[in-house]
């Protein structure tokens, strides 16, 4: 058997595990779906507090994408780094660590999972939204909205990684301590409202966020309908901060797994 | 089911050789401020050859679990070198972590999903396809005496005896040459633990496998070891075949233990 074709089964068998998980706790992912949708219109309703017209209809949207985007980057964030919290809790890290495959075929498996289902929970939430606002995207560059939300899963992977730490070295914190890595990206990304709007102290840490640059673009691209071509450098810009992340990501899980492993931290009892 | 049969190992070495292995934690009591070092394993040395079954036999806390971990990949030694069949498990753990798994007291599974769901992925880690997995596994429950209806349950809904047993299974699917089991029958009801004892017997009979297996059971010890190794306080105070044990220390194995150990029967019942 060739170490490729073993180490696709691996992938395979981490995605294969992850869908009969959400399986066994549809009930949960009915209540998320439906707080996501309702959660997404709460936003949009906001623009409706705008005069009726074109302005109400930009800032409907504007507000939509923001929450959209939001839905899907944190699903990506949470999806890896809760993985881990699960073995965590459930006792399997061991066995999951033990399997003779790179790291970074298991945290493949993690991402490629991650990445389809918030494809997918976001698509539940998208047609929420189409049907309950009747905005018009007319002029929108919806194909090159969707290439830049396809290229800011890449290093929001990477950003992934890094959290997946977390529980990785507390079985009881780690969960607490991600959700404040995301609540920081959410205020400093633009996410509902323009990076100007945030006091200077702060504004630094927008530039630095891979959200920033994908939301800006998602939205000109629907917005002002900006070309497909125009999108290229920004898109190309994420791709490369996230060949970038990934790698210092998987980097710092791996000596945060040699630090668990030199500590005994990886057991959870026994 | 095929094991020890990987043609890159060395007939010449010890299925596993552990050299003077030494592992400390830091550890505090609830209500200290200050932590202080706890030696786990105290410089451990033994060869175990091809074919052999080693028992290790020790009160709790004498650092069993802590010796099979290091063994596993798990753990990493603060020193001393532990190798299998040739390799560091330090140095070559891709390769290691393909000869070996490992059975602990804790059967750890994702509860709400089934045998059959949870062995495709642990086999799936290791590159085995799935249809061959649950065919094989379906034999190795039989010849345990699991009903072949408890693999479309939920984990959670078997008893503690039958999810040792999937979990028997799920280190035997991936073909290990070097099976490692840390009180597999721990907590198991008389007729479950017979069963396993004979399995366990049958591996060694029927199949190319070495065999560690640390328990509290003095009779299962006896059983099933050509050697024993007594462990208190993280050393090694004998190491023999079980006859020579008894021959030395009283006549029966438990006198050997509490002699070794330094405890009477009446201060182990206190």
């Known amino acids: 058997m060739s170490v490729m074709v073993g180490e696709g089964r691996a992938i395979w068998s981490l995605v294969r595990r992850n869908f009969h998980l959400i399986r066994r706790y549809l009930g949960w992912e009915l209540v998320f779906g439906f707080y996501n949708v309702i959660n997404t219109l709460t936003i949009g309703l906001i623009g409706f507090t705008m005069p009726a017209g074109p302005t109400r209809n930009r800032m409907v949207i504007y507000l939509a994408i923001g929450a959209l985007l939001w839905n899907f980057l944190s699903i990506l964030f949470q999806e890896v780094s809760n993985s881990v919290q699960w073995e965590r809790w459930e006792g399997t890290i061991e066995y999951s660590f033990m399997a003779p495959i790179r790291r970074l075929t298991y945290l493949l498996g993690v991402c490629i999972w991650a990445v389809l289902y918030g494809m997918v929970r976001t698509l539940v939430v998208l047609v929420g939204v189409a049907l309950f606002f009747h905005v018009s995207l007319k002029g929108a560059d919806l194909p090159g909205a969707a290439l830049v939300l396809l290229v800011s899963s890449v290093p929001f992977i990477g950003l992934g990684l890094m959290a997946a730490v977390l529980p990785l070295l507390s079985t009881e914190r780690g969960a607490q301590a991600t959700q404040v890595i995301q609540g920081v990206l959410l205020l400093v990304s633009g996410v509902y409202y323009p990076i100007s709007a945030l006091p200077h102290w702060i504004r630094w840490a927008a530039v630095l966020s891979p959200a920033t640059y994908t939301l800006r673009a998602v939205r000109r691209a629907v917005l002002s309908g900006a070309p497909l071509h125009s999108l290229l450098g920004v898109s190309a810009g994420l791709l490369a901060s996230g060949l970038i992340l990934i790698p210092i990501g998987l980097a710092i899980f791996m000596v945060a797994e040699r630090y668990a492993m030199r500590t005994g931290s990886l057991k959870r009892n026994g | ?270």
């Open chain 2, 1 to 270: 089911m095929v094991l020890g049969c990987d043609p890159g190992i060395d007939p010449d070495v010890p299925a596993l050789s552990v050299v003077e292995v030494r592992k400390a934690f830091r550890e505090r009591e609830a209500g200290e401020r200050q932590w202080h070092q706890v030696d786990a394993v105290s410089g451990i040395s033994v060869d175990v050859p091809r074919g052999e079954i080693l028992g290790i036999l020790g009160p709790n806390g004498s650092g069993k679990s802590t010796l099979i971990r290091m063994m596993a990949t798990l753990l990493l030694p603060d020193a001393g070198r532990v190798e299998v069949f040739g390799f560091d498990v330090v140095k070559h753990q891709l390769r290691v972590r393909r000869l070996i798994n490992r059975v602990s007291v804790e059967a750890s599974f994702f509860k709400k999903l089934t045998a059959e769901e949870n062995l495709a992925y642990a086999t799936g880690l290791y590159g085995v396809p799935n249809r061959d997995a649950q065919k094989e596994a379906r034999q190795i429950l039989t010849r345990l005496g699991l009903p072949l209806k408890k693999l479309k349950v939920p984990l959670e809904q078997l008893s503690r005896g039958q999810q040792q047993k999937v979990a028997i299974a799920r280190a035997l699917l991936t073909s290990p040459t070097l099976m490692l089991l840390d009180e597999p029958t721990t907590g198991l009801d008389p007729k479950s633990k017979r069963e396993v004892q004979q399995f366990v017997l049958e591996v060694r009979e029927t199949h190319d496998a070495t065999i560690v297996i640390c328990t509290h059971d003095m009779e299962e010890a006896e059983r099933l070891c050509d050697r024993v190794a007594i462990i208190n306080r993280g050393r090694f105070e004998a190491l023999d075949t079980p006859q020579a044990l008894k021959a030395g220390y009283g006549g029966t194995l438990e006198a050997a233990f509490f002699a070794l150990i330094g405890e009477t029967l009446e201060e182990e019942a206190e």
